[in-house]
């Protein structure tokens, strides 16, 4: 690690301060936005798309909302002419969405590009040329002067072809490796293109300023853009477009200074796909703005089946912590996390249920398609009482006392610990079950007479190990005359401390549950519960399952 010093390459800050934008809080409206899956996330894949896979992708970006798609680059390989052939002989282009496609400035690539284009209603062409400082000395060895002139003869194409081409097209222009361009010089190349396409309101010209590579830390990058923003020809009617890429890993705060700069348009793909680390995630745009309270105008609310079809046509897998979207950035296993959620669901339950603001949890995960259930608690030996009490009670309607959340989290703990796993819900309500629920083994009750005899008097018909032990007792109320028959029929010791019930909400049932914790011979809490659809049986099956239980705790 030595060699960091031969990284002392340059990036270029504009030559005078431009951070207005430093000063502005949020981004109050959602940008223009343009997918670049199918050029630039098709260009980076292992195995580019087919043509049928890129026509599914082009229908889910349409669902999604965007309006403007850039499909290829048709005059580079046959699959990108005829996907964009299909698109248009098929007529599968949606009159309110523009087809964006790519052309670098060369007469016989734009001649081709425009003959893909034949029968297109409207169409974006995009195009670029490399204006960068290392580009200009060691791939083009061509001074500043011949690469602008390159830009201006193919922007002056562009104009020509579109005139002689039926169809409404707009103009695009990239000074490609703009982050590694002297920033003046990328100002003067733009507004020497913009002269010669001369935007108006009903025909705006998109400036694209591309990190093509990442290479500053992105407050840069926003001065970059705030400087262009200002002083391109004819503002008014061009759209400043952003293409961050990833390289430093901020490509989405690239985007996000940048319109806060002043850029109106965003260029990037799904999840990120694109080349290298990707272009910028549009889907963590989108989403971050929507948590801001904004809308974005792109509809994510269904995020399991665009991530299903993302990954079957790209063969790219979403990683886990991909923001927004994947498979575990809901899910909370600490403990403590697990009971902050917990009580913000209850609060905004009973106080709030039309804000969100529920701790750990940036978004709702049902905003996303998302379900509470499979995708938030999640139980492993991280976890804790407040979790896992949480799942029994919200899927399995099972509300125990607090004290007993804790031993039964104790329980669940020391298994995922034991085992080295997580526990799906349904294991941890299996093991609440036979753990505590009508434990009827040595002791159990098969039948109760209630009479008032100054007090409560019950006849317990009461069996041990099989064995009959019939006994009687009164008592301040009904569960504690059969206890007091059990400890006088058994001899055993102990203290009943606490009893709570309630009926079963979950499911087709009308069970009750009752909860009894007693004090056992070594002073510790035991806990029994107890099911049955009568309310008196549930309790007396609680008490007898805590007696039952009461040597498991020492
Ligand atoms: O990253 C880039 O600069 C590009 C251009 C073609 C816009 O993809
Ligand atoms: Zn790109």
Redesign the pocket.
Known sequence: MKNYQKYQRGYFMPPCESNRWVKKEYIDKAPVWCS?DLR?GNQALIIPMSLEEKLEFFDLLVKVGFKEIEVGFPAASDTEYEFLRALIEQDRIPDDVTVQV?TQARPHIIEKTFAALEGCKSAVV?L?NSTSLAQREQVFKKPMAEIKALAVEGAEMLRDFAEKTPGNFRFEY?P???TGTEVEFALDVCNAVIDIWKPTAERPVII?L?A?VEMSLPHVYASQIEYISDRLHCRGNVQVSL?P?NDRGTGVADAELGLLAGADRI?GTLFGNG?RTGNVDIITLAMNMYCHGVDPGLDFSDMPSIQEVYERVTRMHVYERQPYAGALVFAAFSGSHQDAIAKGMHYREDHDPEHWNVPYLPIDPSDVGRMYEADVIRINSQSGKGGIGYLLEQQFGIDMPPKMREDFGYLIKGISDHEHRELQPKEIYEVFCREYVNVLEPCRVDSVKFTERGGMFAEVGLKVNGVSHPATAVGTGRLDAVSNAIKDSTGIHYTLVNYTEHAMTKGSTSDAMAYVGIINGSGKIVWGAGRHNDIITASVNALVSAINRRDRVE
Request: hydrophobic residues 20%; negative net charge; proline residues 6%.
């Open positions: 670049v630039d790519l995009h670029y990239s490609e490796s703009f694209n591309p093509t293409h890429h260029e080349e």
